[in-house]
């Protein structure tokens, strides 16, 4: 007569552990950075037909503009101007281009322009970002009443 072996055999979970830990610690992280980028002071227009983020955009560019019409960056100067905008938007294409080897940067721009911004102080902005060849603009509301 054989022996059986009478021992049990436990899976060692201590790798899916640790996995698991990462990837939460990761996407903790990469939450916090977007979300840095987005400014509390601004209070965004509401409309009707607001919709969510495309999840399909390659790399996305929040631009804050205050009621002044200045632009908010993380942790600089505010740009108070339309050619320094173009200027700050020009070196951030020149990067992605460097990144991608495309010839147009492939990311997209969103501009989070507070709802007592005139007019006069956010269209040379938008039309910074054209001159900087961004094609991919979206304005952010949030969804009114309908």
């Known amino acids: 007569m054989s022996q059986s072996n009478t ?8 790798p899916l552990l640790d996995l698991v830990l990462q990837l939460v610690m990761f996407f903790m992280l990469v939450t916090n950075f977007v979300m840095e980028q987005t400014s509390a002071e601004i209070t ?3 409309a009707n037909a607001a919709k969510s983020l495309d999840k399909g955009a390659n790399e996305i560019i929040f631009l804050n503009i ?11 100067e505010p740009l108070d101007n ?3 905008v173009e200027g700050y938007l020009k070196r951030l294409a020149a990067i992605e281009m460097k990144k991608t080897g495309k010839d147009k940067p492939l990311g997209t721009l969103i501009l989070r322009i507070d709802e007592k ?7 040379p902005i938008m039309r910074a970002c054209r001159q900087a060849n961004y094609t991919k603009v ?8 309908d």
Do not use: H
């Open 82 to 84: 339309p050619v320094q």
């Open 117 to 123: 911004t005139p007019f006069e102080k956010s269209y």
């Open 44 to 46: 965004l227009p509401s």
């Open 66 to 76: 205050n009621a002044k019409g200045q632009v908010l960056l993380t942790g600089d």
């Open 7 to 14: 021992e049990k055999c436990e899976p060692n979970l201590t």
């Open 138 to 145: 979206e304005l952010r509301a949030i969804r009114g009443e």
